[in-house]
């Protein structure tokens, strides 16, 4: 489907939920207006789930784990499906990347590589499906043989910032495991995830096996954690919901994994490829909007570099193309809302008036297409001070905070002295020094002259950022529980005397 024909696309929208293998209409009277940020026109209304239907998707999810259906399936079978997923994917790019598009305003030439990236999730976890293996210990007298099982049912709660991937990394692991899924996406950016379950539906899953509905976190999601048959979590946003969910859970003592908010320092050293880290500094920065919690956020960099750096740093980010996302030519789209423009700007204005400098940027975009949407230019901030709130607080936009340092070891201390440690960037030559800070860097991911995540690398993050690992390896001990079995090899006697 070509990009530019949006009366097709029209066709290609779901705004119904999947519960049990069937498409019923949300259960709420209020619909929600689902926008599109470049001119923050309606695309189509959702109406959220009930209780009733969030109730239905849990018990079908419960149910359908127990039947044969599934539970009978070896892992190589569920592998089977999630690489007929990962087909149906590729086959359905363009639809499901003009719809992330619409949907949240990312450029469409990352939108194409979003849904490539979700396919190849599908495909590395189905390679695991079939190798989930625990382990045998000789005890003498006894032996001991552990069981890694599925918990059941887990449920999913997806944010609004690259829907497509952040949902397929979780559920791909988790249902490699042998779990089945109530999966709720954004009720601002629902689309790719709802157009998903055709996907499930052509790929062959049984009916409840994956259940996806939406509506507000604080309904709906919150229904789905409290509800006592969801058996663990998965849930990416920011650190305030991650919060909630825990307290919310607590009653029912379920498990989550939490990827949260993030606040990502960026070291540059003096012995630098000059243009290697300025490109890397701005890709860390500002790709995607940055509107991810791992971007780069906060960078420091020597005393004798800082103003030439600055400088190139910001006529590098002059040139980036603003405009439609569904224009192959844009490189930044506008932010998901009119309100987080809005509040990132006011935090701008209120860092300037405590003493920082606007260098670039630091309001809202104008020219030729702009007007009507979302756009924040790549914004660059010097003279800031480690407590402002705009070095201490997630914004979740382009904004870079730029710091002086004279001595590495106050920029480490600097970069660690905040209540996140997602995501961390390091740009050096020298590979006895990166590897040093890396171990002293409170993060869960670091990069080493790099930038980006995919299905190999463990990701997750220490502090506020985050409970266990989504990808990797690493992603299936968050999916399966151990079960221990100790089996006597001879004829059990008494312990007792008598």
């Known amino acids: 489907m070509s990009v530019t024909q949006l009366a097709d696309f029209k066709a290609d929208i779901v705004t119904q939920h999947y519960i049990n293998g069937v498409w019923t209409d949300g259960g709420t009277a209020d619909g929600i207006a689902i926008l599109n940020p470049f001119n923050n ?3 189509c209304t959702v109406h959220p789930a009930s209780d009733a239907q969030v109730n239905e998707a849990v018990e079908t999810a419960h149910a359908a784990f127990k039947d044969p259906s599934w539970s009978g399936l070896v892992g190589r079978e569920r592998g089977t499906m999630l690489h007929k997923l990962a087909e149906i994917m590729r086959r359905d790019l363009e639809i499901f990347a003009t719809l992330e598009t619409m949907d949240t305003g990312i450029p469409i030439r990352e939108t194409r590589m979003e849904v490539a990236t979700s396919a190849l999730h599908m495909e590395y976890f189905a390679g695991f499906a079939g190798k989930i293996e625990g382990a045998y210990q000789d005890l003498g007298e006894r032996f001991n043989y552990t069981r890694p099982e599925p918990y059941g049912v887990i449920g999913q709660i997806v944010p609004w910032n690259t829907p497509l991937k952040l949902m397929a990394r979780g559920f791909a692991a988790a249902v490699a495991c042998g779990n089945t899924m109530v999966v709720k996406p954004s009720i601002v950016a629902p689309l790719s995830n709802l157009r998903f379950a055709k996907a499930i539906e052509e790929a062959g899953f049984p009916p409840g096996t994956v259940n996806i509905i939406t509506g507000p976190g604080r309904t709906v999601g919150k229904a789905i954690v409290e509800h ?20 919310q859970a607590i009653p029912t003592v379920t498990p989550a994994v939490l990827e949260l908010g993030g606040k990502g320092p960026i ?4 012995n630098i490829d000059w243009d290697e ?5 701005l890709t860390q920065a500002f790709a995607r909007k940055a509107e991810v919690c791992f971007a780069g956020t906060r960078l420091y960099i020597p005393d004798s570099m800082h103003d030439k750096f600055v400088a190139d740093l910001a006529a590098l980010a002059d040139k980036i193309p603003m405009g439609d996302p569904l224009s192959g030519s844009t490189q930044l789209g506008p ?3 009119a309100n987080s423009l809005e509040g990132i700007v006011g935090k701008v204005n209120e860092a300037e008036k405590q003493g920082a400098t606007i260098y670039y940027g630091g309001a809202k975009a104008t020219g030729p297409g702009l007007e009507q949407g979302n756009y924040l230019p790549p914004t660059i901030l010097t003279d800031v001070t480690p407590n402002m709130d705009v070095v201490r607080d997630e914004l979740f936009g382009p904004v870079l905070c730029v710091m002086k340092y004279s ?17 961390s960037y390091v740009w050096s030559n020298d590979i006895r020094q990166s590897n040093d800070i890396a171990y002293r860097l409170e993060s869960g991911n670091v990069f080493l002259n790099a930038y980006g995540y995919q299905s190999e690398i463990p990701f997750g993050g220490y502090k506020m950022s985050g409970i266990g690992r989504e990808h990797g390896a690493e992603a299936m001990h968050e999916y399966t529980q151990t079960k221990s079995i100790t089996v006597g090899r001879g004829r059990f006697k008494s312990r007792f005397d008598i």
Do not use: H, W
Request: proline share 2%; hydrophobic share 40%.
């Open 267 to 270: 070291i540059v050293c003096e």
């Open 407 to 423: 001595n590495l070891d106050d920029a480490i201390a600097q970069a660690n002295d905040s209540e996140y440690g997602l995501a």
């Open 228 to 247: 006592p048959k969801v058996r663990k979590i998965i849930f990416t946003g920011g650190t305030q919901g991650g919060q909630e969910i825990l307290t």
């Open 277 to 281: 880290a300025l490109d890397g500094v």
């Open 335 to 337: 932010l998901m809302t």
């Open 41 to 43: 026109g309606e695309i």
